[in-house]
């Protein structure tokens, strides 16, 4: 079974521009998360959504915005690009179902942006 | 104080020892704990769960003290391949958009 897939690999935009990127999730995961990973540090939570609905936001500014899709996938999209928001964005799959172990949460690859 | 803090290292292990580190977290009321590996510029990857008081899986070993908030991951054996950067991850449930929460990680080096 195919894991958790991510578009693009690599990005690199300048200041002021606008980012979509996209996440499919494991078959039969309902839930996609979204992380920031800057280097040397640990991954940011930024959304979750599950069944198309916002379950959780994080302490990001509304540039950063997202949005899932009846098949499951999911994209985020940053607006007005900084510096600052060169990094690992990474999607993280889960059940999200009833019971601690169905919120184990699988990664993708990650998208790495540049943000010149 | 950051919710969850780890030993940044680097933890320097001659191949074929015995390495441990803690994870610390502030909220009691977190749920579900992991440990995830990551290697250089890659995506986290799930190594180990741990629900109750602690989980083993091979020569890798979890355990949780709730009662002075930390998790710890023990490995043996340790080999050249378990060289990577170790990230705790709290959950704090669904009520909370079950979001991790993560530690800055922990490198691990291991060495011939």
């Known amino acids: 079974d195919a894991g958790v897939t991510q578009s693009p690999t690599h990005l690199i935009k300048t200041r002021g521009q606008q980012v979509t990127l996209r996440c499919s999730p494991i078959s039969g995961h309902k839930s996609v998360s979204w992380y920031q990973q800057v280097l040397g540090q640990g991954p940011q939570f930024i959304f979750q959504?599950?069944?198309?609905?916002?379950?959780g936001r994080g302490n990001f500014p509304d540039r950063f915005s997202a949005r899932q899709f009846p098949n499951y996938s999911s994209e985020l999209n940053v607006n007005a690009l900084l510096l600052g928001d060169s990094a690992l964005y990474l999607c993280?799959?889960?059940?999200?179902?009833?019971?601690?172990?169905?919120?184990?949460?699988?990664f993708g690859p990650g998208t790495r942006l540049t943000v010149l | 104080r950051k919710e969850v803090e780890q030993d940044p290292g680097p933890f320097n292990v001659p191949e074929g020892a015995t390495v441990a580190f803690n994870c610390t977290y502030s909220?009691?009321?977190?749920?579900?704990f992991f440990w995830y590996r990551q290697d250089c510029r890659k995506e986290p990857k799930l190594l180990m769960s741990?629900?109750?008081s602690g989980n083993e899986d091979g020569r890798f070993t979890a355990q949780l003290n709730r009662a002075s908030q930390y998790i710890s991951l023990l490995i043996r054996d340790s080999k050249l391949s378990d060289s990577a950067t170790y990230l705790c991850a709290v959950n704090m449930g669904q009520a909370a958009g079950n979001k991790l929460t993560f530690g800055g990680g922990t490198r691990v080096l291991v060495k011939p």
């Open positions: 909220n009691s009321a977190s749920q579900s």
């Open positions: 993280a799959s889960s059940l999200f179902a009833v019971g601690p172990s169905y919120n184990e949460q699988f």
């Open positions: 741990v629900y109750s």
């Open positions: 959504y599950y069944e198309k609905e916002e379950r």
